[in-house]
């Protein structure tokens, strides 16, 4: 191919290169410029999910592109979980966010209001008093009982 040839070849593919270079930019386009996709909740639990009134509870969550997150009755979060201690049945609702949009999870907490009346067996083998008793011997038939108002 003649030098001049060449050259003239040259200035072209440069000259298309830019041009589909610029129109990429102007459109939006090119590797940098990919929109961004909503967060995306992996779990949101809470553990445990009924408790007593005054019992902690730890809400847990996974959140990928996440820019934000709010749990309702809460407000802002951040990290993986919270402790909370509510005092009436609750349904949390984790929200994620970010430009381009967002994402809900929730989940229901039942709480049990604290009994009136505790009650445990007295020591039958060596124990020295009420709720001395080894856990299995709560069901066994034969331990005597006692009730202690609150």
Known sequence: MPPRLTRLTSQLIRSVLA????????????????????P???????????????????????ADRATSLS???IG???????????????EYVLTAGNSAGSAQAGVQVTIYP???VWFAPYAILGGSGPGSLDY??????????TQRLV
């Open 40 to 62: 995306v909740i992996g779990s949101f639990s809470a553990s445990p999910t009924d408790t007593v009134t005054g019992h902690r509870v730890t809400l847990g969550w996974s």
């Open 71 to 73: 749990i309702s009755g």
């Open 19 to 38: 041009v589909s270079a610029a129109t990429l930019a102007a459109c939006g386009g090119g590797a940098g410029n990919a929109p961004e996709a909503p």
């Open 114 to 116: 604290s009994p009136g």
């Open 136 to 145: 299995f011997d709560l069901f066994n038939s034969d331990a005597p009982w």
């Open 76 to 90: 802002t979060v951040t990290g993986t979980h919270i402790d909370v201690n509510p005092t009436d049945d609750t």
